[in-house]
């Protein structure tokens, strides 16, 4: 009796070792699949986050041309307005 149960208890220290490892593998499928899951979020929100300061900086950047080209109409009508005066003087 004693002799069958030694192939018996290898088999199933085998299998353990089968279902360890397997469980092992599966754990770490899962664990990729999240962290690979969560870089496309997290890629996907800087590129959003991106996109918007680059927005925001063309925006800014065209607020300041647009007041240049305030200040400048407005140096122009005050010189316009100077020439009148002359004139009429």
Do not use: C
Request: no cysteine; glycine share 2%.
């Amino acid at each position: 009796m004693e002799g069958t149960q030694a192939p018996i208890q290898n088999k199933l220290a085998v299998l353990a070792l089968v279902v360890s490892l397997t469980a092992s593998i599966v754990t770490v499928a899962m664990a990729w699949g999240r962290m690979s899951a969560v870089q496309e979020t997290v890629t996907r929100d800087m590129e959003k986050k991106l996109d918007t300061a680059i927005f925001t900086l063309y925006l800014s950047q065209s607020d300041k041309r647009m007041e240049s080209i305030d200040r400048r109409l407005t140096e122009i009508q005050q010189s316009i307005d100077m020439l009148k005066d002359r004139r009429l003087q």
